[in-house]
């Protein structure tokens, strides 16, 4: 017996990590290394080095941009909509210091505890940043609980890679999941019930309207038509398959063509179980009352409809004289930032400063 042990007190069992075949790991779980990125930072790097996104990890995207537009001093309050993994409130928080106060949100409760918790072990406490569970929405609400409207707002309105990458989250149609693709899993219904209850006419301005989807009828026959059979659509394999089979008698479709597809009716799927635009659109209302004169604003967002939201709502402000100033077109990533990171090739970030 060894001399530590316990008598009557079984040892526990040692639990091996995860093996995979060949040399590089494939599957999320498998990814050990790129999901504990404090551990394993060189592993983490050359990940990054090579252009790709580890998984678990969000890559913040045109920070220096934000960054030299804001024009953060110590001393302010700041929001980050969107706090996501934290990249970009890092950053932020550096600038505020000293005296400086952050306000976080996010919809997603998974990530906002596991963001919290990184931020505050890299020594940043409660006092200086204030983590909310709430949809920006709300940001009305969270202004009142401040004493007083923000010196600077930041949105990132794209999905976070760590969510993309998740099977369980099913925001991919390349990873085998549920089909759920909700922000916040603890409410509203998932995508495979929302499907259920649509119409023909539903599903196709849907995809019209959210995405664009050049094949929306084709595609919108094709997942009317499994669900009426009685099965339902309950993985992201299963919608891509039917996605899939729905565009191949369609004279000269490519493989990029369908897979374009696929990643756009996900994308419509997603924005619709999530009330998106309209969550975007009560935001984008309350946001002059919630700066202060002077105050700056930075959305940064990756889909064509989010991006016209956003113009029109700084440009209907702006020529009411509550923007003082907006910006004439969007910023675009570096050409170098999108050769590190594929995922931001569709940023666009916009800007405004309250009068």
């Not at 953060?72 to 929001?79: A, E, R, S």
């Not at 997603?108 to 963001?115: C, H, K, N, P, S």
């Not at 565009?247 to 999530?274: G, H, M, T, Y």
Request: net charge positive; with cysteine; glycine share 8%.
């Amino acid at each position: 017996m060894n001399a530590e042990s316990t008598p009557g007190v079984p040892e526990p069992q040692h639990q091996r990590r995860i093996r995979y075949k060949g040399t590089h790991p494939k599957t999320y779980k498998e990814k050990y290394k790129e999901l504990q990125p404090q551990k394993y930072a060189q592993d983490v790097a050359q990940v990054i080095r090579k252009g790709r996104t580890p998984a678990g990890i969000h890559l913040p995207i045109c920070v220096n941009e934000i960054l030299e537009f804001l024009q953060i001093i110590p001393g302010q309050t700041g929001l980050d909509a969107t706090l996501g993994y934290g990249g970009h409130a890092l950053e932020m928080l550096k600038a505020l210091q000293p005296g400086g106060r952050l306000y976080g949100i996010d919809v997603d409760e998974i990530e906002l505890t596991r963001t919290k918790k990184r931020l505050e072990g890299l020594g940043h406490v409660s006092d200086v940043l204030q983590v909310r569970h709430m949809n920006f929405s709300q940001i009305d609400q969270l202004v009142m609980e401040a004493g007083q409207p923000f010196d600077f707002v930041l949105a990132d309105l794209g999905v976070a890679s760590m969510q993309i990458d998740n099977p369980q989250r099913g925001f991919s149609f390349k990873l085998q999941g549920p089909l759920d693709l909700r922000l916040n899993p603890g409410k509203g219904i998932s995508a495979a019930e929302r499907l259920k209850a649509m119409s023909l006419a539903e599903l196709e301005g849907m995809l019209v309207e959210n995405a664009d989807e050049p094949f929306a009828a084709p595609i919108a026959r094709g997942i009317f038509s499994n669900i009426k059979k009685g099965s339902g659509i309950t993985t992201t394999a299963q919608l891509r398959n039917i996605i899939t089979e729905a565009l191949k008698p369609i004279p000269n479709i490519s493989k990029e063509d369908i897979k374009k597809s696929c990643q756009r009716c996900f994308q419509a799927l997603r924005i619709d179980v999530n009330r998106e635009f309209e969550s975007l659109y009560k935001f984008l209302e309350k946001l002059p009352d919630a700066l202060t004169s002077g105050g700056r604003v930075a959305i940064l967002s990756f889909h064509s409809g989010e991006d016209r939201l956003v113009k029109k709502s700084f440009q209907h402000f702006f020529r009411e004289g509550i923007y003082r100033e907006v910006a004439p077109g969007p910023v675009r990533p570096s050409s170098e930032e999108c050769f590190a990171n594929s995922r931001a090739r569709s940023a666009k970030l916009r800007w405004a400063v309250k009068a």
